[in-house]
């Protein structure tokens, strides 16, 4: 039996045993990491970029939700020399026309490229920007990504 796992914003989540790892994401971004040889893969699900050094290191801090991703997935067994990467979220879906200061989607964009880069982690895939939300679902021991568009109605 396949286990079932939807993550909330703020929250991680490495399948060691096949898992459907699900979220849904507007201007938030979910990092997925895949390692090919143990056949492991993970979810993250930021709000904002970056901790400014206030409060819980919480992953609803893509500095943070990245980090420790990675860092899991290590401690399990998994090879940073095996994972890829695929990055998801990050739509500008509020109906105005933002000010530069005020793009957290591309913000949290750029801070999974940067993350995932030091790490040397390549990003084989990316479903990002635009103005409409996402749900997508990780097949855990496969890497495979299911995408769906979410209209405004839904």
């Not at 971004?29 to 895949?34: A, D, G, L």
């Not at 500095?63 to 991703?69: E, F, G, Q, T, V």
């Not at 990467?85 to 509020?94: E, M, Q, R, T």
């Not at 769906?148 to 839904?154: L, M, T």
């Amino acid at each position: 039996m396949i286990i079932k796992k939807f993550i909330h914003v703020g929250e991680f989540y490495i399948g060691v045993r096949p898992t459907e790892i699900s979220t849904i994401l507007g201007s938030c971004v979910s990092v997925c990491i895949y390692d090919k040889a143990e056949m492991i893969g993970g979810m993250n699900h930021y709000l904002v970029p970056l901790w400014n050094g206030n409060g819980l290191q919480s992953p609803k801090y893509g500095n943070i939700a990245i980090h420790r991703l990675v860092e899991g997935m290590l401690n399990i067994g998994c090879k940073l020399n095996n994972m890829e990467a695929k990055i998801f979220g990050g739509a500008n879906v509020i109906d105005t026309i933002a000010q530069e200061n005020m793009m957290v989607g591309r913000k949290n964009i750029i801070i999974a490229k940067e993350i995932l880069n030091e790490y040397k982690i390549p990003i084989i895939a990316q479903d990002v920007g635009g103005g409409q939300g996402r749900r997508i679902l990780m097949v855990s021991d496969s890497g495979k990504i299911l995408l769906k568009y979410i209209k405004e109605s839904e």
